[in-house]
């Protein structure tokens, strides 16, 4: 038998801010304290209140259900429009935060960006740091084959757990969540170091033009012990090529190489 969903009204039809405490009330109201807790539970996965618990059940599950049992649930039950719905949004909201966080970064930097923290792997990597494994509901079958643990599963959760915030409170909670648990967990440096070493082209090409190697200074730390703010000066051929500052020395320097490899390429096309 098909399970009772709410109702969710559309963005203009939602109650303000202020009524959101009054509603999630009332539908506690008739709650089990099994659901009680599993509502707490997934409160603190998501960091915020929630109204419609079933919503976010919705979210995490998994379309191995619709296949088992005598009497499976129909193939819409399963999360995988909340996961469309969520995908579209995770993408929006990222976009908009790099667009802001890297004013003078151009489309392909953003897009490569954007693609690095969207993508399956690293919503995966998301999910398995918030414990998501342990709340989506799938098959036996698929549990015993470290379902709860496969990359592609964690991902589509977590889109659909988007997709559910979004419904249930609308844009600037679904916002809030995709910056804090997702755009917050990465260190872009980190992830452009992943996939470019720029320290290691910046000295191969020093050493096509016969020049000494790189020299990286560290010309400020900053901020306490556990988070340290780091700037880095390169130095090529006797000249330096910016700064860079990042929450890491090896992120610095990979940010301010591919500094200086930029303004080397632009040089180049210059002179040509």
Not at 15 to 28: D, F, G, K, S
Not at 38 to 62: K, T
Not at 110 to 123: D, P, Q, W, Y
């Amino acid at each position: 038998m098909r399970d009772a969903q709410p109702t969710i009204p559309h963005a203009h039809q939602r109650p303000t801010a202020e009524r959101y405490r009054w509603a999630r009330w009332w539908t506690m109201r008739s709650e089990s304290s099994v659901e009680r807790m599993r509502r707490s539970q997934l409160e603190d996965l998501i960091g915020a209140p929630i109204v419609h618990l079933s919503m976010y059940e919705h979210a995490l599950r998994h379309r191995s259900l619709c296949r088992d049992g005598v009497d499976p649930l129909p193939p819409i039950e399963s999360n995988e429009r909340l996961e469309f719905l969520g995908d579209a949004i995770l993408g929006a909201v990222i976009a908009e935060a790099l667009y802001f966080t890297y004013p003078e970064e151009q489309e392909g930097f953003l897009t490569r960006v954007r693609a690095m923290i969207v993508n399956g792997k690293a919503l995966a990597e998301v999910a398995l740091h918030l414990g998501l494994g342990a709340y989506v509901s799938m098959s036996d079958q698929m549990r015993r084959a470290e379902g709860a643990h496969n990359a592609s599963i964690l991902a589509d959760a977590l889109e659909a757990i988007i997709g559910a915030h979004f419904l249930d409170q609308g844009m600037p909670a679904a916002r809030r969540f995709v910056l804090q648990r997702i755009f917050a967990h990465w260190d872009v440096d980190e992830l452009l170091a992943q996939q470019v070493n720029y320290k290691s082209r910046l000295l191969e090409f020093a050493q096509q033009n016969g020049w000494d190697q790189p020299r990286y200074d560290i010309l400020q730390e900053e901020g306490p012990s556990h988070d340290p703010t780091f700037t880095v000066q390169v130095r090529v051929n006797h000249r330096s090529y910016g700064t860079a500052t990042a929450k890491s020395k090896k992120a610095a320097e990979q940010r301010v190489a591919r500094m200086a490899l930029e303004a080397f390429m632009q040089d180049m096309s210059q002179t040509r």
